[in-house]
């Protein structure tokens, strides 16, 4: 239940964006959460804060006009949310997708202020993207639509201003041409402007695996805070692209057995564990699908189309493929069959119903917001790197970016606590990432 001032707020957040139903959702998620804090801070409610957080500071919406190997002319819209400055410049990666849409987008956007409080690094929270389909196209139609994309986009962005990054169907390729056509316009290689860059141009250690690795060492620290580990754990995984292929790496690492992954076609179950070395050829280098895993792989691994992967039982669930896959009766599937935690690798990939269960069964939920959160901080720290014209070695970039996850555990724990909801995860990410955001907004007056 809402506290009566915030259902109000609710209320106004739905009349003024209508139809923009993942937006509402993360809206009343955080909402939900924070209640208690306006109990000893009336200063929040007084000056507006929660109203003017869920305001977009700037909304931008344009054409994208691209031709195709064909010589055929397509139109797409692009989109870039630049949600809340108060702790730095925005931040927050750019989305291709046929999904897309602003609500989509306002949704990311608002999760990634919090988000990006809680990593304690000096990021605003934004996000962006376009209805775009990379999937089936061309190295040379991708080029050009990005660079169509950032014909327009660049006039919004810089390193002091909004910086982007990568997200679902914006990896490496996408991001070098993205910076590659902002450099040609500009005339100015401004390194900062962008991250999730390779390596030889600007690009930081350990940002490919940040948010697979940081998921991991988050849910790591959850499952210690129980007297456990990951050793010898049975781990669902969905999804297999980015996220799912380190997340995969770094559990194996740390003494797990990953026996499923997948994609939109369906699932692959593999009992003596995901043959990490394979799936990345099947899916990084080939682009095919988790099928073809399957028939390589041979004995003992199987595909199960155009089915939930969520079927599959296990002690430890991390989904990280897209928004609300996780349904109530997919959490009852996996608290049936064994689950003790779940760390989002995604965004809002549980549905408000599934996340319910979760709590009430007693399972140790990290919620997206401060669970993937490490691939945003490892942009911050190639940000960071670019200023100084400097670049970290592996080994370093891990260990930062582990303090971090384990600083984010520490914080939605303790915060918890002191609002009197102790191991909600959900509780401590959401009051712990506002407060920082509201006290900022607060210093900086009326903005």
Sequence with gaps: MLHEKLSMIYDN????NPGETEFHQAVREVLES???VLGKHPEYAESKIIERICEPERQIIFRVPWEDDRGEVHINRG???EFNSALGPYKGGLRFHPSVYLGIVKFLGFEQIFKNSLTGLPIGGGKGGSDFDPK?????????????????????IGEHTDVPAGDIGVGGREVGYLFGQYKRITNRYESGVITGKGLSYGGAQVRTEATGYGCAFFVEEMLKARGTSFDGRRVVISGSGNVAVYTIEKIQQLGGVVVACSDSSGYVVDDKGIDLDLLKQVKEVERLRVDVYAERRGGGASFVPARSVWEVPCEVAMPSATQNEITGRDAELLVRGGCIAVGEGANMPTMPEGIKVFQEAGVAFGPGKAANAGGVATSALEMQQNASRDSWTF?????RLQEIMRDIHARCLSTADEYGMPGNYVAGANIDGFKRVADAMLALGLI
């Design 13 to 16: 957040v739905l009349r003024r």
């Design 34 to 36: 924070i209640g208690p």
């Design 79 to 81: 989109f870039r949310v």
């Design 136 to 156: 089936g196209r061309s190295q040379r139609e991708i080029m050009r639509f990005c660079q169509s994309f950032m014909t327009e986009l660049y006039r919004h």
């Design 395 to 399: 080994e370093f970039s891990e260990r």
